[in-house]
């Protein structure tokens, strides 16, 4: 694996090539501990789509466990019923196939909620555990903070029998939302915050996914984690930074219950340069209307990229280069693009596309009016196995305007009056009239073509230093052609939020890229007409493309995947 770009290898790799979590995974079979199995689960909560932070996390889980001849669990973290909606378990299903994994189980946390209600009793019954009437307001203010040490509520010393009783009675649906919760009882004095009296109990009258209207309390997160990896036997429990100050808590209930011994282990998350990964944002961003939805090729969101023409070969390399650290960082969505732009480079066809709202059309005036042929053009010189494609040529051809200038600078290798180039594939031509309308702007060039310098078969002997792409005229195919790019202008948008002088809850939106999408005509050979949607495509001098599911039998519709070269850090470097 390849640390990240302001990681230390010693953060992301140990001696023999070994990350920090594959390393305490081998020391754990090593020492025969849980008689060397390795159990990992996925646990996403199913209320919005998965991101490439998600992607990262499925990457690892799975990773190790097929590394060393495990399983992983696809269990969702279903014990919010207001925000949780099957569309969206279905939509992570599907993200984890189409990044290439599949899970030994498919579980949900509802699936235990008769087994966690019962180790909510049993914390009851051992005094560790009372039901609490004091409001969210009254049980925040009661809490202290990091320096104050918290005080007791004034129901927490309630008898056991009295705690059973109400706790019964809540999940009977005696009492109205946010009437009582059922807190733990540790330490208020704690200098771990997750130790003052956590709730590990709401009320909460709603229909769950998948459990109906059966329950109307729900465990909290700290409460049902633990115990869900517990009962599934889970043996490395890996979750990132910020559930570090939750360990202890997660241990805790483990001990006091005396189940089997899970054991959580952090990692930093994906924080990737010009987006945001934060889900109340990416909601924000679609609710708003600033992308077109969840799958927008813009967002983050595997759905998104999916669509953008990401592959999953792109989105595991991606992963295992950026490595498993202990530290947060921010990753260069730099090296994101490089690892699509190695793959396409090696498995997609070269073919030619004419994006330009307005083309210059060139006319061959020594070709054969009427006459046609069709020339035989290599797919991709990566691929030796590639082969070649029939491409219609003619008299009318049309090129982009940003291939001819009528009064060049030196070293202009591409069309001008009088000079040559060739057209790929085909021959060489030389500009001999410019035709323009009475606005003065070119629309056609009137040139000569050498019969001679036909690609392949070239015995004119005339060298040129300029070869620019084309289309038919006669058999060019229109197109909608998506210009995508960053989705923020600002390389940090979290962090650059926060300087804005704003009062505004969401100031973030003023950091994006008013450019990051462009639509443009195009004109593209006659074989793209049939191509079938997600299918990618170099278009020559370009970028990387594919065909997006907009696209109908009289509308083809491309999305830029990637360009060639990073020219965004290009022109940031120019600024």
Not at 6 to 13: F, G, H
Not at 212 to 237: L, N, R, V
Not at 519 to 533: D, F, I, Q, W
Request: hydrophobic letters at 35%.
């Amino acid at each position: 694996m390849t640390p990240a770009a302001n990681e230390s290898p010693a953060e992301s790799n140990h001696a023999g090539g070994l990350n920090f979590i594959e390393q305490i995974v081998e020391e754990d079979i090593s020492a025969g501990l849980h008689e060397g199995r390795v159990l990992t689960r996925f646990p996403p909560e199913p209320n919005g789509y998965l991101h490439l932070g998600h992607a990262k996390s499925i990457c690892l889980n799975f990773g190790l466990a097929q590394k060393y001849g495990g399983q992983t669990n696809l269990r969702f973290d279903d014990t919010n019923p207001v925000t949780e909606d099957t569309e969206y378990v279905d939509s992570i299903k599907a993200d984890v196939r189409w990044l290439g994994f599949d899970w030994a189980q498919e579980l949900y946390a509802s699936d235990y909620f008769e087994q966690l209600y019962q180790f909510a009793e049993a914390l009851i019954q051992k005094g560790l555990a009372y039901v609490d009437d004091s409001t969210s307001a009254e049980i925040a203010a009661l809490k202290g903070s990091p320096t104050v040490p918290g005080q007791n509520s004034p129901y927490r010393d309630r008898s056991v029998a009295e705690n059973l009783e109400l706790f019964r009675q809540m999940r009977a649906g005696t009492y109205p939302d946010g009437a009582k919760v059922l807190r733990a009882k540790i330490d208020m004095a704690s200098p771990n915050m997750h130790f003052r009296d956590p709730i590990i109990y709401r009320i909460k009258h709603a229909h769950h996914h998948r459990t109906g209207d059966t329950w109307c309390i729900y465990p909290m997160y700290d409460f049902a984690h633990g115990q869900s990896d517990s009962i599934e036997k889970i043996t490395h429990s890996i979750c990132t930074l910020e559930f570090i100050p939750h360990r202890p808590l997660y241990d805790w209930f483990i001990e006091q219950l005396d189940i089997f011994p899970s054991k959580q282990y952090e990692f930093a998350r994906l924080n990737l340069t010009y987006t945001v990964m934060s889900k109340r944002k990416l909601k924000k961003l679609v609710e708003g209307g600033h992308v077109s939805g969840w799958d927008d090729p813009r967002m983050p969101t595997l759905a998104g990229i999916r669509r953008r023409g990401y592959t999953p070969d792109s989105l595991r390399e991606f992963c295992d280069r950026i490595g498993v650290a202990k530290r947060d960082n921010l990753i260069d969505v730099g090296l994101l693009e490089f690892c699509i732009r190695e793959e396409l480079n090696r498995t997609t066809d070269r073919v030619m596309a004419v994006v330009d709202e307005n083309p210059i059309k060139l006319v061959l005036t020594n070709y054969p009016e009427g006459q046609e042929e069709t020339l035989h053009i290599e797919n991709n010189p990566e691929d030796a196995d590639g082969g070649t494609r029939e491409v219609p040529f003619s008299r009318e051809v049309y090129i982009e305007r940003d291939d001819f200038m009528e009064n060049p600078p030196k070293k202009y290798f591409r069309l001008a009056p009088g000079q040559m180039v060739r057209l790929k594939g085909a021959y060489i031509v030389r500009c001999d009239e410019v035709v323009k309308n009475d606005a003065g702007e070119v629309t056609e060039l009137h040139c000569t073509y050498i019969p001679e310098s036909k690609s392949g078969q070239d015995t004119s002997g005339i060298n040129v230093k300029g070869t620019i792409h084309w289309v038919s005229v006669a058999h060019a195919v229109p197109a909608q052609v998506r210009l995508y790019d960053r989705l923020f202008a600002s390389e940090n948008p979290a962090a650059d939020e926060k300087e804005l002088d704003s009062d505004e809850t969401d100031a973030f939106l003023s950091l994006l890229n008013p450019n990051s999408l462009v639509t443009v005509r195009a004109l593209v050979e006659p074989n793209l007409a049939h191509r079938a949607v997600g299918d990618r495509v170099q278009f020559m001098r370009k970028g990387y493309f594919c065909v997006d599911a907009d696209s109908t039998d009289e509308q083809l519709v491309f999305n830029r995947i990637v360009t060639l070269k990073d020219a965004w850090a290009k022109e940031v470097k120019k600024n």
